[in-house]
Structures are given as structure tokens and as C-alpha cells.
């Protein structure tokens, strides 16, 4: 059998055997994913689209779990965690991986409510918190007094 006849046989299209060969990296070895998952995707992609629809996806009570609070001279750092809103409207699609979204949320000692927040999503290779919460969010808080959200790459798990 030809590699081309085993890659279709395990449910890869041709499309992902193609781009595989101009690729050199390891990224996506195993396709983009299943055929029917992805229409599911674009299918959804129309929901979101539609602004007034889409802020009604998420509810403003949906849980979102704390489970340490470090308490610092300048802040308090809450390390938690949320359960991905797409995993409720498209099951299925995300990788176990991806489901339980962590995250940091710094919060300056003297904060009020209805104020700016920073949202950082981690760069590649970006491995945990300690960058960004270092070399942006607490700078961020001594100048401006602004909370920092940093959310984690969904393979780099946090044990």
C-alpha cells in the first residue's frame, strides 16, 4: 500500500497529505482533523459572526474557577481555570488539551470595578506565566494601575 492509500485509509484527506509535503515541521502530522468537525466549525463561524448572537454565547454567570490567590506588595495574582464556551456549542471539536482554558488574572491592590483590562495570549514558546506577568502585567499595574488577564497555551499544561 502507498503512503498516499494508508494516509486515506486512517481518514486524512488529500488536502493534508499535500500541504504535509511542503511542510517541513511536525506540526498538523496527524491532518487538520475530521471533515465533518470542521464544517461544524465554519457552520458555527456563521454564529459568531452575527454580533448580536454572539454576545449572548457566553452568559455573564458562566463559572469560572479560582484555585490559588497570591497575595503581593502591588497585587493579587488568581491562578484559574474555565471550561472553553466552544466545548458547550460545538462538542467535540477541541482536543482534550484545549477544553479547560487556564489562566492568571492580576489584579492591582487599589483596582475599581468597570476598568480597562489587558488581555495576553502567550506567543509560541511562550511557556507559563512568567514572562508576560514579569516583563508586562506588573509593569502594567505600577504605571497605570491596569489588571492583566493572561491566558495559557492550551499544550503547555500547568500541573
Given amino acids: 500500500m502507498s503512503k498516499d492509500a494508508s494516509c486515506w485509509s486512517m481518514g486524512v484527506s488529500r488536502l493534508d497529505v499535500f500541504y504535509r509535503r511542503l511542510l517541513l515541521s511536525k506540526l498538523f502530522i496527524g491532518g487538520w482533523g475530521k471533515p465533518e468537525d470542521l464544517k461544524r466549525i465554519f457552520e ?3 454564529v459568531i459572526a452575527d454580533r448580536k448572537k454572539c454576545k449572548d454565547l457566553v452568559p455573564k454567570d458562566y463559572p469560572v474557577y479560582v484555585d490559588k490567590t497570591e ?18 456549542h460545538v462538542p467535540g471539536v477541541l482536543p482534550s488539551e484545549s477544553i479547560k482554558a487556564r489562566f492568571q488574572f492580576i489584579v492591582p491592590k487599589r483596582w475599581q470595578r468597570n476598568r480597562p483590562v489587558c488581555i495576553h ?3 509560541t514558546g511562550d511557556h507559563f506565566f512568567w514572562r508576560r506577568r514579569t516583563l508586562m502585567a506588573r509593569p ?4 497605570t494601575g491596569m489588571a492583566s488577564l493572561l491566558l495559557e497555551n492550551p499544550y503547555y499544561i500547568l500541573l
Fill in 71 to 88: 497575595d503581593n506588595i502591588d497585587c493579587q495574582i488568581h491562578d484559574g481555570f474555565f471550561i472553553s464556551p466552544l466545548e458547550h
Fill in 140 to 143: 502594567m499595574i505600577k504605571e
Fill in 121 to 123: 495570549l502567550a506567543g
Fill in 44 to 46: 458555527f463561524r456563521k
